[in-house]
């Protein structure tokens, strides 16, 4: 369990790890690097792997019974396909061995304030995946660098009105990353007893990842995972 005031000092390496969902979402990844990534995941016991949908299958193969939880993302990384799409992609994926999904919100949507737009397309998603499995973890990215602070509250109450279990900062694939001001907005707007927060999008040190945990988010989205970890470990011998 994360500390209420987490620092270097008293988190441990466990508790960090299960922080993590460790990306292995680059385009130019080979097979190999996402088995390596799988292992790697499993030796650190984070608590899922975020992989490209191509490879859920091929991820829930290398680490059936390891305790760690397979994601993937859907609608990525713009949300702008249709929500049929986005339910299908779903569907698929977890039938494919995902217990975790990763869906980017309509920015396009969001910016044009159709709202109502936007928590249909989220409903969507969420109804399909939990239909299936309903212990299914649905976490909805936002792009926050391409939000205005207003347009992060609303994408917030719409998350939790349409039942997503997590709202995420970012795909990382845009102009910017995952910023403390952004996570404390998003934390101070969704009850902590219903709505998790997820960090992503250039958290690459062991300052970064605990930065964004005193800011309220429960997720860390990072492909940094082995250099954080083994960081605290040195730090703490």
Known sequence: ???ANPTIENLTPEVVAKTIDHALLRPDLTT???IDGCKLSADYQVASVCVRPCDVSLAASHLQNTGV???TVVGFPHGTTSTAAKVAESLQALADGATELD???NIGYAKSGQWNKVQEDIRAVVAAAKGRY???????I???CLLAEEEIRKACWVCEEAGADFVKTSTGFSTGGARIEDLKV???CTSVARTGVKASGGIRSLEDLVACLQAGA???GTSATADIINDLRARQK
Do not use: Y
Request: hydrophobic share 50%.
């Open 1 to 3: 369990m994360i500390p």
């Open 32 to 34: 190999q690097q996402v």
């Open 69 to 71: 939880d397979i994601g």
């Open 103 to 105: 869906m980017v919100l």
């Open 134 to 140: 309903a212990g299914c973890c649905v976490k909805v």
């Open 142 to 144: 936002f792009e926050c």
């Open 186 to 188: 998003m934390r101070g």
């Open 218 to 220: 429960a997720r860390i």
